[in-house]
């Protein structure tokens, strides 16, 4: 388990009051069938935090899988994506030891103090990066969120591993930095 992630679910109980296991009983009792609904019921419930109401949920649904299956199911018949996926995995780890990945049924979310970048396997051919980049300009190769809507405000289009470029980078720590 990431380390960062880890460090959150160890601090839930005394943030939020109870710890994940039980979290997922009363999240399991409520059967809530989109993501979002789970959050809102959390956060005003609850008054769990964003950060914590997201993680909540997200492994709530997930406990039947771990966080190397949930990713190695995102690939399964786009394996020539991983490679891709991996590199931008490695990097994101060199930003900060204050980040969680957060691997869900089809996506992978990175999370600061919010997300502020999204890696979803979109195509069997392409990976789409969504990053939260307020404020700066849509230009040829940092596109707008497209289907990511408002979880992101641009969009990368990624179908080689050397597209893992210099630009990339910095458009990954630019985000990773206004993220807090």
Not at 16 to 45: C, R
Not at 59 to 80: I, R
Request: charged share 35%; with cysteine.
């Amino acid at each position: 388990m990431d380390k960062a992630l880890k460090t959150m679910i160890d601090n839930m109980p005394e943030k939020t009051g109870k710890s994940l296991e039980e979290w997922k009983v009363i999240l399991k009792e409520k059967a809530f069938s989109k993501h979002s609904e789970g959050v809102k019921y959390l956060k005003s419930e609850h008054s769990v935090t964003h950060g914590f109401a997201n993680t909540i949920v997200a492994l709530s649904k997930e406990e039947n899988n771990s966080e190397e299956d949930l990713v190695a199911n995102q690939y399964k018949g786009k394996e020539d994506l991983k490679p891709i996926y991996d590199e931008l995995i490695r990097f994101v780890k060199t930003l900060g030891n204050d980040l969680t990945i957060t691997p869900k049924k089809g996506s992978v979310s990175i999370i600061r103090k919010r997300q502020f970048i999204l890696i979803k396997p979109a195509t069997k051919t392409r990976i789409d990066l969504g990053f939260k980049l307020k404020g700066k300009p849509v230009e040829t190769r940092l596109e707008n969120s497209g289907p990511f809507g408002t979880m992101c405000t641009h969009r990368v289009k990624l179908t080689d591993i050397k597209e893992v470029d210099t630009e990339l980078k910095n458009w990954i720590q630019e985000a990773y930095n206004k993220s807090i």
